[in-house]
């Protein structure tokens, strides 16, 4: 991947809405929000198009059209949602033939910064550039690939690791929550479901789908024979 400058005609691709306005705040004016979380649960062969909010702009004919023909900044981050969000994007523009530039966050544990939603809004645009790369043919083709391979065989979650994104079983983290749910008797489910996206955070440096994290503590909880 190239290293590369923001241009003037430039579409940007989110998947996040704190995200999405900071980047309003900054100035930019052609951004872009994909609703759906492709990381977890079912994926049908709907409309890509039809999970972009179009609320935002004045004119939803000539904003889709600009979206499919101008050249487009995805951000992304390691987080689930935001690299299958990544993965998808990339597969729905297969056939089109528009410039892909992707740009994430070099965040660690020690700046605890895992997306660029996690910037202060009148941070994001210097690491945005810094990290700005085009995405060559090649690895279109692999991401498309890949990204097929995923559906085809897909789980209910769907996580980076060791380089690729794969599907896990549904009780990947259970044991997490488990040991989580023994420091917190007597919480209620939203402080439960906080605490462990701190932990996710802390441990794993992601974030997962709070939805996903709801059904998998209602059902431990089925098993242990407990009610929050």
Request: with cysteine; charged share 25%; net charge neutral.
């Amino acid at each position: 991947m190239n290293t590369t400058k923001i241009k003037g005609d430039m579409n940007y691709l989110v998947f996040e809405k704190n995200l999405f306005n900071s980047l309003i705040v900054n100035g930019l004016k052609k951004v872009y929000i994909n609703t759906k979380d492709y990381s977890i649960f079912h994926i049908g062969k709907d409309d890509y198009l039809s999970h972009i909010d179009w609320s935002v702009f004045l004119d939803n004919k000539v904003a889709k059209q600009n979206f499919l023909e101008k050249p487009l900044t995805i951000l992304y981050s390691f987080c689930p949602y935001e690299i299958c969000g990544l993965y998808a994007s990339v597969a729905f523009f297969d056939k089109k033939e528009i410039p892909i530039y992707i740009s994430s966050p070099k965040g660690n544990e020690k700046t605890d910064i895992i997306s660029f939603s996690d910037y202060a809004p009148d941070q994001i645009i210097k690491p945005l550039k810094s990290n700005l790369h085009s995405l060559s043919n090649s690895q279109k083709v692999h991401i498309c690939d890949e990204w097929k391979d995923i559906i085809e065989k897909q789980s209910n979650l769907r996580i980076w690791r060791e380089g690729n994104i794969i599907n896990v079983d549904d009780d990947y983290f259970d044991n997490d929550i488990r040991e989580l749910l023994q420091k917190t008797k007597g919480h209620t489910k939203e402080s439960i479901i906080s605490s462990v996206q701190i932990m996710l955070r802390h441990k794993y440096h992601i974030g997962l789908n709070s939805k996903f994290l709801e059904w998998r503590l209602a059902y431990i909880l089925k098993n242990l024979n407990q009610s929050l």
